[in-house]
């Protein structure tokens, strides 16, 4: 692949940084796993319309590749490398926000992680891809009380229980056009699945963009018990698996818009006056650093004037922090709402 592979027309953060001088120091290396420049850009030069453009293949990505990811994390997080990214998982205590279930439809927080060792999904083979997720299967089982479940592994579910899964929104599908790009789709179905508590408010992705997408959700705005049951979940699932860190980059992932606490936690919540004054919105999630997302998540559109609104900052801003300025910015947009 040359430089002018990148589409003139691609806006991408990728192509943003990377020069001539970057891509000659760049275009030969490869992580110890193989990974190279080429298949790490691939997403980012198939589709122009790209934000980011660009996936790590494995923990090694972020170090071999840093000439490229460094200026595109320093951009998107606002976060220059002489930090250090801190965690802090403490328990919360905030009132409902919403009570009476005016406006917030549901609260869902998620983290991702990535299980040291193991190259990332758009570069792991389909055996290593085997072996994590029978690792993982063994740490779930150790889940205790409210978080026990079920797995349920694609390759073993017949079409009607996959049909009943999708229609409670329990499973995911095949990755979107970049995430097929950049590799993350190969052996689809192959070794993935979904773990289910059985009170349907914890759920665990296996091998979707990252190896786990550890979820907590409940149909209330109550922020605190699902943050505090993710705690827990990941107080438990730390003691089985050791997870791809770095002490500058935090929680390392697939998509580097999501490293640090990798965390997005948001809510879906009806907003019918604001959606007739949209910049008001926008300028209400641009004061608390919040990103709108369409009722069906990332690039979908608005339905019903439901908006998926969620923390944009996932690096250099502790777990504990977004939480607190997710709960700010709801405030205040309900204000709003009200007052119109
Ligand atoms: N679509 C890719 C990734 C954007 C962030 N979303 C993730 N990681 N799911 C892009 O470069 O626009």
């Avoid at 002489?82 to 009570?99: Q, Y």
Wanted: hydrophobic share 35%; aromatic share 8%; proline share 3%.
């Amino acid at each position: 692949m040359s430089l002018s592979a990148f589409p003139q027309e691609s806006g991408s953060l990728v192509k943003k940084h990377l020069s001539r001088e970057i891509y000659k120091a760049l275009e030969h290396k490869q992580t110890c796993s193989g990974f190279t420049l080429a298949k790490a850009i691939n997403s980012g030069v198939k589709n122009p319309d790209s934000a980011i453009g660009i996936y790590a293949g494995d923990a090694q990505s972020y170090d071999t590749f840093s000439q490229l990811f460094d200026p595109v994390i320093s951009e998107y997080h606002g976060f220059s490398k002489g930090k250090k990214h801190k965690s802090d998982i403490t328990k919360l205590d905030l009132p409902s926000l919403d009570p009476e279930g005016k406006f917030i439809r549901s609260t869902r927080i998620r983290v991702a992680r990535n299980l040291n060792g193991f190259c990332f999904p758009c570069h792991i083979s389909l055996p290593r891809r085997k072996e994590l997720e029978n690792k993982i299967i063994t740490a779930l089982s150790f889940l205790k009380k409210d978080l026990k479940g079920n797995y349920f592994s694609f390759e073993q579910m017949d079409k009607k229980k996959i049909q009943q899964l999708e229609k409670k929104n329990l499973i995911f599908k095949k990755g979107d056009r970049f995430q097929d790009a950049a590799g993350i789709n190969s052996d689809f179905p192959g070794c993935r699945g979904v773990f289910c508590s059985f009170n349907k408010k914890f759920m665990v992705w296996v091998n979707e963009e990252d190896h786990l997408r550890i979820i907590s959700l409940e149909k209330t705005s109550d922020i605190s018990s699902v943050y505090n049951r993710l705690c827990r979940a990941l107080m438990s699932l730390n003691r089985g698996l050791e997870f791809a860190r770095d002490e500058t980059y935090g929680y390392l992932t697939s998509c580097p818009t999501n490293i640090g606490t990798s965390m997005r936690a948001g809510v879906h919540i009806q907003l019918e006056k604001l959606e007739q004054e949209k910049d008001l919105l926008g300028n209400l999630c641009l004061e608390y650093n919040l990103q709108i997302r369409g009722t069906l998540g990332e690039k979908t559109k608005i339905k019903n004037a439901v908006f998926d609104i969620s923390n944009r900052q996932r690096l250099g801003v502790t777990e504990h922090g977004i939480i607190s300025n997710l709960y700010q910015g709801l405030m205040a947009i309900i204000k709003a709402e009200k007052n119109l």
